[in-house]
T-cell receptor, first 114, second 114 residues
Framework: DAGITQSPRHKVTETGTPVTLRCHQTENHRYMYWYRQDPGHGLRLIHYSYGVKDTDKGEVSDGYSVSRSKTEDFLLTLESATSSQTSVYFC?????????????FGSGTRLTVV | AQSVSQHNHHVILSEAASLELGCNYSYGGTVNLFWYVQYPGQHLQLLLKYFSGDPLVKGIKGFEAEFIKSKFSFNLRKPSVQWSDTAEYFCAVRDGGATNKLIFGTGTLLAVQP
């Protein structure tokens, strides 16, 4: 959807390096989420945010941190990338105040850690 | 916390065959249920959702799903599939509490043969 942009779309990085993925939305949605998608596991929640500077951990948060300094941006940082973090990362947003219509997803970032 | 089970991991059908994909969630009460579709190389898109009311929900592209509270199920159906329905399908349930996050199943990969 045009309202959510993830960058970069693809990245190859070396083990041990820090990596930051960006999610930018123009929807003014309060809630933002980072998921990773892996074969056989579906989508697993890494971190989420329910407002500026309000974030919390999901089920697979180890090795990841997030920041949300303004409504439109939600950054995911891999502090020291490992091969197990090779995955496709999706950002999602939702305007729950409007009744909760479900998530809108970004196009994803394919990350390879070598 | 909620959990979601999708029992069919990989389904192969011929065009014009009928489709039913299973989805079960773990506990009752008020639930919000969703089906998402992910076409090859793309992000997830909302197919349909159920919040309340008529348990038979119609979505886009001829898909429908039936909420059966007594069975904790929300199965996806389509009477006649097309080759263009080849995709991965994810069921999701909204987790309770303040986070509003969605819990996703592991997905069902549907291949439609022409």
């Amino acid at each position: 959807d045009a309202g959510i942009t993830q960058s970069p779309r693809h990245k190859v990085t070396e083990t041990g390096t820090p990596v930051t993925l960006r999610c930018h939305q123009t929807e003014n949605h309060r809630y933002m989420y980072w998921y990773r998608q892996d074969p056989g596991h579906g989508l697993r929640l890494i971190h989420y945010s329910y407002g500026v500077k309000d974030t919390d951990k999901g089920e697979v948060s180890d090795g990841y941190s997030v920041s949300r300094s303004k409504t439109e941006d939600f950054l995911l940082t891999l502090e020291s990338a490992t091969s197990s973090q090779t995955s496709v990362y999706f950002c999602a947003t939702e305007n729950f105040k409007a009744g909760g219509h479900g998530y809108t997803f970004g196009s994803g970032t394919r990350l390879t850690v070598v | 916390a909620q959990s979601v089970s999708q029992h069919n991991h990989h389904v192969i059908l011929s065009e014009a065959a009928s489709l039913e994909l299973g989805c079960n969630y773990s506990y009752g009460g008020t639930v919000n249920l969703f089906w998402y579709v992910q076409y090859p190389g793309q992000h997830l898109q909302l197919l349909l959702k159920y919040f309340s009311g008529d348990p038979l929900v119609k979505g886009i592209k001829g898909f429908e799903a039936e909420f059966i509270k007594s069975k904790f199920s929300f199965n996806l159906r389509k009477p006649s599939v097309q080759w263009s329905d080849t995709a991965e399908y994810f069921c999701a349930v909204r987790d309770g509490g303040a986070t509003n996050k969605l819990i996703f199943g592991t997905g069902t990969l549907l291949a439609v043969q022409p």
